[in-house]
């Protein structure tokens, strides 16, 4: 039963750092119809960043707070200088440019700062909590963790459903062109989302480094299951890639500790691979348009 | 106040504007008739920068605006209702109205004031707007444009797919915009005989060329340009 419960906590932990994964890329699906594979990447060189800022100053929310605002940077630049160039072209040509700019980061960030991982430091403790004499699996760091997400994504919703610059993103999204007619400056509104969902990927990847490391291809694995996650949620629902990201955290961990760790991304990619069979859509799909 | 000098626009090696040449005054309603691909969605879609014209200028207040952003000819006080379903399905009733003046902050008409106007919006001002009819759907998209107070609008196929009442409300609602506060009205439509009844001028386009540009009545009693181009 511990056991159960071990399990069943550190689910929620790492579902939360998928979860900001999963609304990074929401975020940025919605808006231009992209899915960036180079998140994980663009996350890895933030958290690298973050890393270096907390070396030389000691302070992690300094480091914390740099890396949300390259996060946020290099999305905007990403958008401006690579992605609206192929925005408007065949969907293949997106995916493409995003590979190659995984490509290119992951190569970039071996030249900078080399293979080798390096450590990161948590915010908080990594012990366990005791309770009643049982130390369970879940630390200060998880509860921080699962506060800063919850935190994100609190904003994100009300930065969407309650401003008018909210508004206006949301308007880009679904109809760009009717938004345009409407006297939304349509392009800076991409650009302004893929700063967030770059800034949301950022914090994810400050979140999970202490428990994989810094390395240039350590945060593939989370960009997976980022995208697993967005998937189960129907791709197009930023609750939806919670309610997924959650799900997922729960069975990987299920998976990680009956079976092994050995098993968790195979386990990732069969869920996708059901889900998609079973429900294109994903387990929350959008609303339907009534026909008139 | 919207002036077009021999405007020109093409869709790869098909001319669909061929040199149109055209002005509306404040306070006028003018309405582009013609067959389908005439060239009239085009016209407005180049008016309001949706299209890159090929040749030939746009004029809105005697400042050039022919390549200028979409956004901007907007903000300008060029209000573009498209054709068909121009509402943001995803978005409530109230939020397609709200969105429709957000650059012009406190200067914008508050939805309470289009829902005056348009009374079955009201009930339904919380709901997504794709639980709409199309009836709804044309009011909103109407009353959104209003929402930012254009100096001009530019109406494509207002009474598409509408009950005959309802259109005669639209179009009647368009005339007394135009009177009551000076809009400079381009209306496009394929129901010729309800737009004529409310214009100042006609304007026949064939084949992306203006072929006729007279006042309303001397249109309707041209027997030749009715049957060959206006299907009544």
């Known amino acids: 039963m511990t056991k159960f419960i071990d399990y069943t906590l550190n689910g929620i932990s790492s579902g939360a750092v998928y979860a900001a994964v999963a609304l990074a890329l929401v975020l940025i699906w919605r808006a231009t119809r992209i899915v960036n594979f180079a998140q994980g990447a663009m996350l890895m060189i933030t958290t690298y960043i973050a890393a270096a800022v907390i070396t030389s100053t000691g302070s992690y929310v300094l480091g914390f707070v740099v890396a949300l605002a390259a996060g946020f940077l290099l999305g905007a630049v990403v958008e401006r200088l690579l992605m609206r160039r192929v925005e408007q072209g065949p969907p293949l040509n997106a995916v493409i440019v995003s590979l190659g700019l995984y490509t290119f980061l992951v190569a970039l960030a071996g030249m900078i700062w080399g293979n080798t991982p390096r450590p990161f430091p948590p915010a908080f403790s990594l012990r366990g909590y005791d309770l009643g004499g049982t130390r369970y699996l879940f630390a200060p760091n998880d509860t921080y963790i699962v506060l800063a997400v919850v935190f994100i994504a609190v904003a994100l919703a009300a930065l969407f459903r309650y401003t008018p610059l909210g508004l206006q993103m949301r308007a880009a999204a679904f109809k760009p062109e009717v938004a345009q007619l409407l006297g939304v400056r349509v392009g800076r509104m991409f650009t302004l989302g893929w700063g967030l969902a770059a800034l949301t990927g950022a914090i994810a990847g400050v979140l999970v480094a202490p428990s994989v490391f810094v390395a240039p291809n350590n945060f593939d694995p989370i960009l997976i299951s980022g995208f697993v996650a967005a998937v189960l949620g129907g791709l197009d629902s930023p609750s939806g890639a919670v309610a997924g990201a959650m799900i997922l955290g729960l069975a990987l961990s299920y998976v990680a500790g009956y079976e092994g760790d050995a098993l968790v991304p195979m386990a990732a990619l069969v869920i996708l691979i059901v889900v998609l069979m079973v429900r294109p859509t994903g387990l929350f799909p959008a609303a339907k348009e009534r026909r008139v | ?232």
């Open chain 2, 1 to 232: 106040m919207i002036e077009l000098d021999g405007l020109c626009a093409d869709y790869g090696p098909v001319r669909a504007l061929d040199g149109v040449s055209l002005t509306v005054e404040q306070g006028q309603v003018t309405a582009v008739l013609g067959a389908n691909g005439a060239g009239k969605t085009t016209l407005l879609r180049t008016i309001s920068g949706l299209v890159r014209p090929s040749g030939g200028g746009v004029f809105f207040d005697g400042k050039d605006i022919t390549r200028g952003r979409v956004e901007e000819i907007v903000r300008l006080g060029v209000a573009h209702v498209p054709e068909g379903r121009g509402v943001i399905t995803e978005l409530t009733v109230e939020e397609n109205l709200r969105l429709g003046g957000l650059y012009r902050k406190r200067q914008a008409v508050p939805p309470a004031e289009i829902y005056e106007m348009f009374p079955p919006l009201r009930e339904r001002s919380t709901q997504p707007a794709s639980r709409l009819s199309g009836g709804e759907r044309q009011m909103l998209s109407i009353g959104r444009a209003l929402v930012a107070r254009p100096r001009a609008l530019l109406l494509d196929e207002p009474s598409l797919g509408l009950a005959p009442l309802v259109v005669a409300n639209i179009l009647g609602l368009i005339r007394s915009l135009a009177d009551t506060r000076g809009l400079a009205v381009l209306l496009v439509e394929q129901n010729a005989r309800s737009a004529l009844s409310i214009a100042d001028r006609g304007v026949v386009l064939n084949l992306g060329r203006v072929v006729a540009d007279r006042p309303p009545t001397e249109l309707a009693v041209d027997e030749k340009l009715r049957h060959a181009y206006l299907g009544f």
